[in-house]
């Protein structure tokens, strides 16, 4: 059984960072990947950044445009957590965000946002302007 819990969300004013974290308890097998989507009030989910990691080591990465250049996915194997790192934080960027997973095969790309098996309880972002 794998168990996903984000944390680090919080209130930030526009410009600054934040470091949200998905901590992965139990295995995911072989090669899999790991996504953060968000959801804003009103709106729907959308797939931000994407993960794949194989067993061989090689991983592959997926930015949505409206991210790419202040978000970064990284993994701790060791501590077996998952981050994203948002910089130069926006307004628009304020939403609820969740941590998915899913083994392979699995898409780290759009269309992404639906067919993740594990699914984190989300952690809140608001960015004032």
């Known amino acids: 059984q794998v168990q996903l819990v984000e944390s680090g969300g919080g209130s930030v004013q526009a410009g600054g960072n934040l470091r949200l974290s998905c901590a992965i308890s139990?295995?995911?097998?072989?090669?899999?990947?790991m996504g953060w989507f968000r959801q804003a009030p009103g709106g729907q989910r959308e797939g931000v950044v994407g993960l794949y990691i194989s067993t061989a080591g090689s991983s592959s990465t997926y930015y949505a445009d409206s991210v790419k250049g202040r978000f970064t996915i990284s993994q701790d194997n060791t501590k077996n957590i998952v981050y994203l790192q948002m910089d130069s934080l926006k307004p628009e960027d304020g939403a609820m965000y969740y941590c998915a997973g899913d083994p392979w095969p699995c898409a780290y790309y759009p269309p992404f946002e639906s067919g993740y098996i594990y699914w984190g309880q989300g952690t809140q972002v608001t960015v004032s302007s």
């Open positions: 139990g295995r995911l097998m072989m090669d899999y990947c």
